[in-house]
């Protein structure tokens, strides 16, 4: 067998010489396109021909003659643009297709002809189209034809980066209705929109205009104001209570949501001593709009704990059968020869189960101070289990094959089965750490849900 460089050597030879051959067929192919006449479609296939072997020196020759043809003719269409004197942009863009098709031919390695005198009809042109596109652009900026002017300031940037100030001009063309549009929905009172819009004006431009304070401004005014109480529980519960509303407000802050500002019992409680008020014990709903009310809130969330079970598993065994392979040495009577032979004898190993679960029910509404409606009212449930299934053996483990029907189960499959629970995990996760998970789940959910709520608040 040869070695695996020559076989490489030998496969790319190949490679290449299948391109040489397509290459001088397309050439060939093109010879007889350009003899009749068709020279457009020769020059494209002297470019395919180039494309796959760019040292062959008919395509070459072949595509420095019917490319040239080619050119000529656009940049004729571009002269006779250029005489009408009527269409500056279309004059422009003919010289633009020439000058790609020049860039088209040389990127396979043939030089293609544009006289200086193009070159110089083209500056002279491009730089009046340039004024004319300018100055319409600004007029249509002081018309407030705003998508009119970008795209008019777009071309300006493409045809000649850096062209006074219309990069400027194109930004402002952009942002301005935007703008517009986001201070419109700030007189209006439609304050999660008009934030949206300004954001838009942000991400492209951080010092346009005074976007950022009207955004800041948007906030302040469309603000809503969550007062969380302590939440409650049955007897004996009251550090589960606390947990709840410990992971609650970590949820409601972390919605996101710039128009919800979430208080809670320290800052209440603050609040109150500046008033010379105490809150003690439990809060009914009286209270509740009494706190709501001295802090400013619109609306308070009140929860309940209904239910919190923690539910550690108790760790099972059992004995399963299996059998272990083992080797034995035989020799042939009549031969003498020595050989091996494996067999199989009943084993047992251990398996393992223990699954930890928690449980937790959670109660809660969100009442409007101003009007008393009941905002949101809902329970969330949320369950967390974990468990362990391992096995072990007194015999090494990759010994050991499974049972089926009193017999030793040879297939794979049920082999690999019974190998994964000896390398199984064997830690189980505590059922309060189950509970945390619980009480994480059901709190997001109620987050989600007071968020969209508020939302639907502010528009």
Avoid: W
Avoid at 390 to 418: F, H, I, M, Q, W
Wanted: hydrophobic content about 40%; proline content about 3%; glycine content about 6%.
């Amino acid at each position: 067998m040869a070695p695996r460089p020559i076989i490489a050597a030998m496969a790319l030879a190949a490679a290449v010489l299948h391109g040489c051959s397509g290459s001088k067929s397309m050439s060939k192919r093109a010879d007889k396109l350009d003899v009749a006449g068709l020279y457009n479609e020769a020059a494209e296939m002297y470019i395919g021909a180039l494309m796959r072997n760019n040292r062959n020196v008919d395509a070459t020759i072949g595509l420095k003659k019917a490319g040239q043809l080619v050119l000529n003719d656009k940049l004729s269409e571009f002269f006779k643009q250029l005489a009408m004197g009527t269409d500056q942009a279309g004059a422009v863009d003919a010289y633009l297709r020439a000058k790609d098709y020049q860039d088209r031919v040389q990127r396979v390695g043939v030089r293609l002809d544009i006289p200086d005198h193009y070159r110089t009809d083209f500056e002279r042109v491009k730089g009046e189209h340039l004024v004319d596109l300018y100055n319409r652009g600004q007029a249509q900026m002081e018309q407030g034809d705003y998508a009119g002017a970008e795209a008019l300031f777009a071309r300006i940037s493409k045809l000649e980066p850096g062209y006074k100030d219309a990069g400027s001009l194109q930004r402002v063309a952009y942002l301005e209705p935007l703008y517009q549009a986001a201070m419109a929905d700030l007189d209006a009172h439609a304050y999660r929109k008009a934030y949206d819009t300004f954001a838009q004006v942000l991400a492209k431009d951080r010092t346009y205009k005074d976007a950022f304070s009207r955004q800041q401004e948007a906030v302040e005014k469309g603000r809503f104001i969550v007062a969380v109480l302590p939440f409650t529980a049955p007897p004996g519960r009251a550090a589960e209570a606390a947990k709840a509303q410990a992971h609650a407000m970590t949820a409601l802050t972390g919605t996101g949501d710039p128009f919800m500002r979430i208080v809670d019992r320290e800052n209440m409680e603050r609040i109150l001593e500046e008033q010379r008020l105490g809150l003690s014990g439990m809060v009914d709903e009286q209270t509740a709009v009494r706190v709501g009310n001295l802090m400013g809130a619109q609306a308070v969330l009140m929860g309940t704990v209904i239910d919190y079970r923690e539910t550690p598993g108790r760790l099972r065994t059992s004995t399963k059968q299996a059998f272990e392979s083992y080797s034995v040495q035989t020799v042939d009577k009549e031969t003498g020869e020595k050989a091996t032979e494996t067999k199989y004898r009943p084993a047992q190993f251990v398996e393992h189960l223990q699954e930890n679960s928690a449980l937790v029910s959670i109660s809660y509404r969100l009442v409007d101070l101003e009007t008393g409606e009941i905002l949101l009212s809902k329970v969330e449930e949320r369950e967390a289990k974990d468990h362990l299934y391992y096995a072990t053996s007194k015999v090494a483990p990759d010994r050991l094959l499974p049972v089926r029907n009193g017999v030793v189960d040879l297939r794979s499959g049920a082999r690999r089965e019974l190998q994964a629970l000896f390398s199984a995990p064997r830690e189980v996760k505590p059922a309060a750490v189950l509970a945390n998970d619980a009480v994480r789940a059901a709190t997001t959910a109620m987050a989600g849900a007071v968020q969209a709520a508020v939302a639907q608040r502010i528009p």
